[in-house]
């Protein structure tokens, strides 16, 4: 029975293998994206001088800013449905960032592992399976909750444990609408141009929000 029960699924599990396998095409893109968005990351950094003139009454209120940090694991993760796409395109963006030169320096790198991991379990808590508007929106979330709570320990050691928890909420709502709901818009609007005709998210924009 279990030699039959075995039998029976290795197809299943060889289709498996061969969707979680990376191929060199995978790997083009999602460093192009890498690329791409790091380029939004530095721009996106210069920014932050000018915002924080209007959060200076209330510095917690910075979090919501902080989703377009996050575009580039969610955008990775959606584009190449394999694991470690959205570290690994989170990853470039922030190195193309540090090469380019922003305020933040490279603390850049250590933001986009642990903002690339967030979005990753996003994806995993799906098992790399459903790549809809509500697994964009939890990887958007979690990349953000991963981003306040990194802050909160780099950046903002000082404040109150308040000041932190209101950061650390809204930079989750920041990530799950800006790199979250924004990303996905993406996708389906870049896989009606064909664009990603080569790639498992050729259909995006035919699949079903939920």
């Known amino acids: 029975m279990s030699k039959s029960f075995a039998g029976e699924n290795a197809p ?5 293998n061969k969707k979680s396998t990376w191929r060199v095409v995978d790997i083009v893109v999602v460093s192009v ?12 950094s210069a920014g932050y001088g000018f915002i924080s003139a209007f959060t200076a009454a209330f510095p917690p209120i910075g979090g919501l800013y902080g989703g377009g940090w996050l575009i580039a694991g969610v955008l990775g993760g959606l584009v190449i449905r394999k694991p470690g796409a959205a570290l690994y395109c989170e990853l470039i963006a922030a190195i193309v960032e540090g090469l380019l030169g922003t305020h933040f ?11 690339g991991l967030g979005a990753e379990l996003g994806f995993a808590i799906f098992r790399y399976r459903k790549f809809n508007l509500l697994a964009a929106l939890v990887a958007g979330g979690l990349a953000g909750l991963a981003m306040g ?25 920041s990530g799950a609408v800006i790199a979250g709901l924004l990303s996905w818009l993406a996708v389906r609007g870049l896989a009606r141009t064909g664009a990603l005709s080569n790639l498992p998210s050729r259909n995006a924009a035919t699949e079903r929000a939920v």
């Open 12 to 16: 299943q599990a060889q289709q498996q």
């Open 33 to 44: 994206l890498g690329v791409a968005v790091g380029v939004i990351f530095w721009l996106w």
């Open 105 to 115: 320096g490279f603390t850049v790198l250590l933001s986009g592992l642990v903002q």
């Open 149 to 173: 709570i990194n802050d909160s320990v780099l950046w903002n050691i000082v404040w109150a444990f308040e000041w932190k928890a209101v950061y650390v909420v809204l930079a989750i709502i």
